[in-house]
């Protein structure tokens, strides 16, 4: 996924720049990032690798080392971030959150029109930020450059520029992710998550709204481009990658993971009795809470997630060392598994690998039932809007996989339709079969009608294509 922050300031903003961008690293695996502007030096950056060690680690020398009043930084998936940039609009960095799908043909229009050429990063692709400063560079301002990059890029891209004495931040054409604007008395900040900023004295703001460019500066903030009327915030935020006190269009997440675990439960209600409620940790602990809330089955942690050194689980590049990683990562308490029926509610089944290790692992350790609640609904559709996972193909996805045994390897969209649908018999069919797949005693995942009453906003407002494949 990424994050970004930034800061405008009217005295240092590096240590505020560098906590800030620490508090998004639970959305990216790859790199991290900072750039600063000072007026006597001009611009400076650093970026560092940091899949096997913190960003704070790996920055805490740039802190000393960098000065300026005015910065931006980011937690990257997968390019080196921020870019430092000097075009006919000037001196700027820049940095990015998104996902581009038709690179080929923006870097092929781009060359005809005079971009000469594109640097290549190690894995042999394009950096997007780059390709996004090639489209802002078309037009004649930054605000109608920005308007045209997210015109014509095909997926999403929330944007933050600056430049020596401003900051220019402007959300996703459909707000798929979001942005807020934090203030104390003498600096303004950027911010994707919203609590990033609370133990900075930063207090909201506002969030920009869809397609919304302004400039910030540590006075106060200017909108350049007006905020668009159609907005597809993306539903996983509240379900797995939004921090628990994140608030997204008003709407907290761990608020709303309560909500979701207690319609899981309403749904429930009656068909199984477990011994206790537990959450597969981190994410589907705060669902398990809201499960238990409303059950009245007790929650407990069956097992701990031992966090200390091992490093997040998707970090590594082959699935095989991220399940090994994942597995190492959580370590049984016996006595809360042994001859118990437990209910266990994780975000999401993308592969299953993953859930399937989980509950043998509970198997081994004497459990009697494993009944598994994912907190939304199956995954059908890979995500064409935000790096979702690493996921190469749909077939990654277990659910696929499970309809092509079915129906083949390509099915009409009325037959996938058919397999989003909760009261369909190819829905319940499928879910048997992934039940038996991966050994769970019962399964029932969350229903779309059900998660958008959990988030509790105009449904026509939020991006639901990963389970539904509506756009």
């Known amino acids: 996924m990424g994050g970004i922050f930034g800061v405008a300031s009217k005295k240092s903003c590096v240590q505020d720049l560098f906590f800030g961008i620490d508090y998004h690293s639970h959305l990216g695996t790859r790199r991290g990032g900072m750039a600063v502007y000072d007026r006597e030096k001009g611009f400076d950056r650093a970026i560092h690798n940091i899949e096997n060690s913190p960003f704070r680690t790996k920055f805490e020398r740039d802190v000393a080392e960098?000065?300026?009043?005015?910065?931006?930084?980011?937690?990257?998936?997968y390019e080196p971030q921020p870019l430092l940039v000097h075009s006919h609009l000037g001196s700027f960095a820049i940095t990015t959150v998104g996902k581009i799908n038709n690179m080929d043909g923006l870097m092929a229009?781009?060359?005809?029109?005079?971009h000469t050429h594109f640097l290549e990063m190690s894995g042999g692709g394009v950096n997007p930020?780059?390709?996004?400063?090639?489209?802002?560079?078309?037009?004649?301002?930054?605000?109608?450059?920005?308007?045209?990059?997210?015109?014509?890029?095909?997926?999403?891209?929330?944007?933050?520029?600056?430049?020596?004495?401003?900051?220019?931040?402007?959300?996703?054409?459909?707000?798929?992710?979001?942005?807020?604007?934090?203030?104390?008395?003498?600096?303004?900040?950027?911010?994707?998550?919203?609590?990033?900023?609370?133990?900075?004295?930063?207090?909201?703001?506002?969030?920009?709204?869809?397609?919304?460019?302004?400039?910030?500066?540590?006075?106060?903030?200017?909108?350049?481009?007006?905020?668009?009327?159609?907005?597809?915030?993306?539903?996983?935020?509240?379900?797995?990658?939004?921090?628990?006190?994140?608030?997204?269009?008003?709407?907290?997440?761990?608020?709303?993971?309560?909500?979701?675990?207690?319609?899981?439960?309403?749904?429930?209600?009656?068909?199984?009795?477990?011994?206790?409620?537990?959450?597969?940790?981190?994410?589907?602990?705060?669902?398990?809470?809201?499960?238990?809330?409303?059950?009245?089955?007790?929650?407990?942690?069956?097992?701990?997630?031992?966090?200390?050194?091992?490093?997040?689980?998707?970090?590594?590049?082959?699935?095989?060392?991220?399940?090994?990683?994942?597995?190492?990562?959580?370590?049984?308490?016996?006595?809360?598994?042994?001859?118990?029926s437990l209910l266990m509610i994780d975000d999401s089944i993308v592969r299953g690998t993953q859930l399937r290790e989980t509950t043998e692992f509970l198997y081994n350790n004497g459990a009697k039932e494993v009944h598994i609640r994912p907190a939304c609904p199956p995954l059908l559709f890979g995500c064409k809007y935000l790096n979702f996972s690493r996921s190469k193909s749909e077939m990654d996805l277990i659910t696929r996989r499970v309809i092509a045994r079915r129906e083949g390897p390509d099915p009409d969209e009325k037959i996938l339709r058919e397999y989003t649908d909760p009261d369909s018999l190819r829905y319940h069919e499928m879910l048997e079969e992934i039940r038996r797949e991966l050994n769970f005693t019962s399964l029932k995942f969350h229903r779309l009608d059900d998660l958008e009453k959990s988030i509790n906003i105009d449904p026509c407002k939020l991006c639901t294509y990963c389970w539904s494949g509506k756009e």
């Open 129 to 340: 930020t780059e390709m996004v400063v090639a489209l802002i560079n078309q037009k004649e301002t930054m605000a109608e450059g920005i308007r045209y990059a997210q015109e014509v890029i095909d997926g999403s891209m929330t944007i933050l520029v600056m430049t020596p004495d401003s900051l220019i931040a402007a959300r996703d054409r459909l707000g798929r992710t979001p942005l807020i604007l934090g203030k104390k008395e003498d600096a303004y900040c950027v911010s994707f998550e919203s609590f990033a900023y609370v133990n900075l004295g930063y207090e909201d703001v506002r969030e920009l709204g869809p397609g919304e460019v302004v400039k910030v500066t540590a006075e106060g903030e200017e909108t350049l481009v007006a905020p668009g009327d159609k907005m597809r915030i993306c539903s996983f935020l509240w379900v797995y990658y939004g921090y628990p006190n994140s608030t997204y269009e008003g709407v907290n997440v761990e608020e709303m993971r309560y909500k979701c675990g207690e319609l899981l439960a309403k749904r429930d209600r009656g068909e199984v009795h477990p011994d206790v409620v537990a959450g597969v940790p981190d994410s589907g602990t705060a669902h398990a809470i809201g499960y238990a809330n409303e059950s009245g089955v007790p929650f407990a942690r069956p097992f701990i997630k031992y966090t200390p050194t091992w490093p997040r689980s998707f970090m590594p590049t082959h699935q095989s060392q991220r399940n090994l990683i994942a597995r190492m990562k959580l370590v049984p308490v016996q006595r809360l598994i042994k001859g118990k």
């Open 109 to 114: 229009n781009a060359l005809t029109k005079g």
């Open 66 to 77: 960098l000065s300026g009043n005015i910065g931006i930084g980011c937690i990257s998936d």
